[in-house]
């Protein structure tokens, strides 16, 4: 069974940094693109970044692009997303999802996704 489990959330000043963590069981973790979405209150779902399965290749969203970075640990079946430069429309509920293969771009569908982490960005 896939469980997801994403930590690190919390409230930052505007300006701040936060680093966030997901940790996957149930699934060859190395083997497949992993992403980073989030959810702002009363907003769809917004895409963060992908990251390849050997994490050699990532891809931003352009609200995060320089500011934000992925990474992955596959020794610890680890992916984390390093947040930087914090502004308060980066306050949502952050989600990391498997995606259904290895293919790079990602262009394949999130089949599993974590329960998310609450990031609040305010003074």
């Known amino acids: 069974e896939v469980h997801i489990v994403e930590s690190g959330g919390g409230l930052v000043q505007p300006g701040g940094s936060l680093r966030l963590s997901c940790t996957a069981s149930?699934?060859?973790?190395?083997?497949?693109?992993m992403t980073w979405v989030r959810q702002s209150p009363g907003k769809g779902l917004e895409w963060v970044a992908d990251?390849?399965?050997?994490?050699?290749?990532?891809n931003y969203g352009d609200s995060v692009k320089g500011r934000f970075t992925v990474s992955r640990d596959n020794a610890k079946n680890t992916l984390y997303l390093q947040m930087n430069s914090l502004e308060p429309e980066d306050t949502a509920v952050y989600y990391c999802?498997?995606?259904?293969?290895?293919?790079?771009?990602?262009?394949?569908?999130?089949?599993?996704r974590g329960k998310g982490t609450l990031v609040t960005v305010s003074s």
């Open positions: 990251i390849s399965n050997g994490g050699v290749s990532t």
């Open positions: 999802a498997k995606r259904a293969g290895s293919a790079w771009p990602a262009l394949e569908v999130m089949d599993y």
């Open positions: 149930g699934f060859v973790f190395g083997m497949y693109t």
